[in-house]
C-alpha cells in the first residue's frame, strides 16, 4: 500500500511544472506573458494551449514612396538583396528555360499520343483475365481515362510556362 501511494505521490510531483506554466496575454495581434503590460493595454488572457510566436521580416520603407520615386514598375523589380542579373544573362537564362520546357512539352505530347492509341477512345483491348472479369478491365479504362485528363493538364500548365516566358530574341 505504501508503494503505490509512493508511486502516485512521485507522478504528481512530476507533473506539477507542466501545470505551472505562465499566462499569456492577448493583445490584437501581439502576445505577452508581462501582466502588467497586459493590463494597460486591456489585453485578454490565452487560455487552452501553447503559443509560438515567429517573427517575421519588414518590407523596407514605404509601398508608395519606393513606386513613386522609382519611376518604374515595382512588381517587375527583383527582390531587395537580390543579385542583379545582366541583360545578356537573363536572355540566356530564359533561353535555357524555354529550352527545357518545349523539351518538356514534346514528351509530354508524345505520351499523350500514345495514350490516346492505347485509349482507343474508351475501346482498348482486353488484355488477359479482363475477358472473364469485366470489372477489371472496366477499372483499367477508368484509370487510362484518368492518365490521359492528368497528362492533358501537364501540358497545359508547360504551355502557360511557355507562354510567361519573354518573347524569343531574333539572332
Known amino acids: 500500500m505504501k508503494t503505490a501511494s509512493l508511486i502516485f505521490l512521485a507522478g504528481s510531483l512530476v507533473a506539477l511544472p507542466a501545470l505551472s506554466q505562465e499566462r499569456v496575454w492577448r493583445c490584437g495581434n501581439e502576445y505577452t506573458n508581462n501582466s502588467t503590460i497586459a ?25 508608395s514612396a519606393s513606386s513613386s520615386s522609382g ?26 528555360a524555354r529550352a527545357v520546357l518545349e523539351a518538356e512539352l514534346k514528351k509530354a505530347e ?35 481515362k484518368a492518365e490521359l485528363a492528368r497528362n ?11 507562354a510567361r516566358l519573354p518573347a524569343k530574341q531574333p539572332q
Do not use: F, H
Open 152 to 162: 492533358e493538364s501537364d501540358i497545359a500548365g508547360i504551355r502557360r510556362e511557355i
Open 110 to 144: 508524345a505520351r499523350q499520343a500514345e495514350l490516346q492509341k492505347e485509349y482507343n477512345n474508351g475501346e482498348p483491348e482486353k488484355q488477359g483475365s479482363e475477358g472473364r472479369n469485366y470489372q477489371k478491365y472496366l477499372d483499367r479504362v477508368a484509370e487510362m
Open 71 to 96: 519611376g518604374g514598375s515595382s512588381a517587375a523589380r527583383s527582390p531587395a538583396g537580390s543579385p542583379r542579373v545582366e541583360g545578356v544573362d537573363q536572355r540566356a537564362r530564359d533561353g535555357e
Open 39 to 63: 493590463q494597460q493595454k486591456g489585453c485578454k488572457v490565452m487560455e487552452g494551449g501553447n503559443v509560438t510566436v515567429v517573427q517575421g521580416t519588414r518590407a523596407s520603407g514605404g509601398g
